[in-house]
């Protein structure tokens, strides 16, 4: 029982970041490059403010994330996955996890029907860790009041600072200072206990689609996460009982 606990205690951790992911040559594609435009840039205000508009109205997406550093209450080197809102809340994906002071690689996990499945060992059964929403709202990510969407609103001292390739398409680069409520609303196992520097990369065409974020969260310590695929169907298949 104890240990049942124990592995559900770790897989919060992942919950908030069920969204959305690439695999391994997915992710080298996410790295930025500066792109040359000598267009002026648009103002950080609005380009954030547009962006929060369309992630608020989304319901799905892919996702990955990497974090740097040792950050003790996110023990995960890098996750992927997909996660829908509709039908209903449902996630899949795997993930690189720290575990009883263990490294444990492609940890695979599924929410389905609002319970939380994992199988922490390769290859190993999935397990039903009971609801979802005991251990972590995972709908956070999307919610329009706490998740991303919130995120991009809550930027302060914004700043515009240039033009980056992000997953191959052109995203603005900005720079500014995300509030520790906002923070804490999307992550609140980190219980940020301050402000802290945010970077937004933007897309300047279309509905200004949200390709990429990163929260530095301490000196040496930040967590990125890489966006692709939004409104993507996401189908998710129970675990066998």
């Not at 840039?41 to 989304?58: E, H, N, V, W």
Request: aromatic share 6%; net charge neutral.
């Amino acid at each position: 029982m104890q240990t049942r606990q124990r592995r559900a205690s770790h897989f919060r951790f992942l919950i908030p970041f069920l969204a959305v992911f690439l695999a391994a040559l997915g992710l080298v594609g996410c790295s930025s490059s500066p792109k040359a435009n000598n267009a002026p840039l648009p103002d950080a205000t609005t380009l954030l403010k547009q962006s929060a508009d369309t992630t608020r109205a989304q319901t799905s997406a892919h996702v990955v994330l990497t974090t740097t550093g040792d950050i003790k209450s996110l023990p995960i080197t890098i996750l992927t996955g997909d996660m829908t809102l509709k039908p209903a809340v449902a996630a899949q994906g795997k993930a690189d996890i720290m575990f009883l002071g263990q490294k444990l690689s492609d940890v695979k996990f599924v929410v389905s029907d609002g319970n939380l499945y994992g199988a922490i060992t390769a290859g190993g059964a999935m397990e039903n860790f009971g609801p979802a929403a005991d251990i972590y709202d995972i709908s956070t990510i999307l919610s329009p009041e706490n998740g991303l969407a919130n995120i991009l609103s809550s930027f302060t001292d914004a700043k515009a600072e240039g033009r980056e390739s992000v997953n191959g398409a052109d995203a603005v680069k900005i720079t500014g200072t995300v509030p520790a409520d906002a923070m804490n609303k999307i992550a609140p196992a980190l219980k940020v206990t301050g402000p802290i520097p945010g970077t937004a990369w933007i897309r300047e065409d279309g509905d200004h689609q949200l390709q990429q974020v990163k929260f530095d969260i301490a000196e040496g310590k930040s967590i990125q996460m890489t966006l692709s695929d939004w409104g993507k169907t996401v189908t998710v298949d129970k675990p066998a009982a």
